[in-house]
């Protein structure tokens, strides 16, 4: 056997299924020799053999018994198929039920609440607990440093300027030579 685990070799595997189909067939004879045997014990206790007696009055009386034997057979058999119709007919008026409610509900839309901190520390933690936050207090304070670049970028200056000096052949080169 190989040293992983899961690792079998391929005659192995073969060997493994064939005993299990070998036991697998040998469980399904004896189910199906058990149910011969049940439906030969239920015919015995059920059906008693037939005894023929050659007189018309014993004929009679056998196929009256034989009658209210059917007649109770039959009355079980409607009572039950009765049940199941009535349990299916449930089911079918369960699932209606299940379908309309699915869709008849519709999902509400949710509407913006504008609460403070403490408003809402105070609504999940109740009134008991007085809770003040000031998150604000919390932030890190940022100085804002103006870079040189980005204002030379925010003061062009007068517009028609800039258009005066890239008018004409000289303007158009300078934009493209750079500003030497």
């Not at 059906?47 to 007649?71: R, V, W």
């Not at 119709?85 to 999902?107: A, P, Q, S, W, Y």
């Not at 870079?147 to 970028?153: P, S, T």
């Amino acid at each position: 056997m190989a040293d992983k685990k899961g690792n079998v070799s391929s005659s192995r595997k073969h060997t493994l299924k064939s005993c299990m189909l070998a036991l697998a067939k040998d469980w399904l004879e004896a189910e199906a020799l058990e149910k011969v045997k049940e439906r030969e014990r239920y015919m015995e206790e059920n059906c008693p053999p037939l005894e023929m007696s050659h007189s018309k009055d014993d004929l009679m009386e056998l196929c009256k018994t034989m009658y209210d034997k059917i007649n109770v057979i039959d009355e079980e058999r409607y009572n039950l198929e009765y049940k199941v119709i009535m349990v299916c007919n449930e089911v079918l008026d369960l699932n209606i039920k299940i379908v309309d409610l699915r869709g008849k509900f519709k999902k509400p839309a949710l509407k913006k609440v504008r609460m403070s901190a403490d408003a809402m520390l105070q609504a999940l933690l109740g009134s008991k607990h007085k809770v003040t936050m000031d998150l604000r207090s919390n932030l890190k304070q940022v100085k804002k440093d103006e870079k040189k670049e980005d204002k030379e970028l925010r003061d062009v200056g007068d517009w028609r300027k800039n258009i005066d000096d890239k008018a004409g052949m000289d303007g158009r080169k300078k934009m493209f030579q750079g500003d030497n």
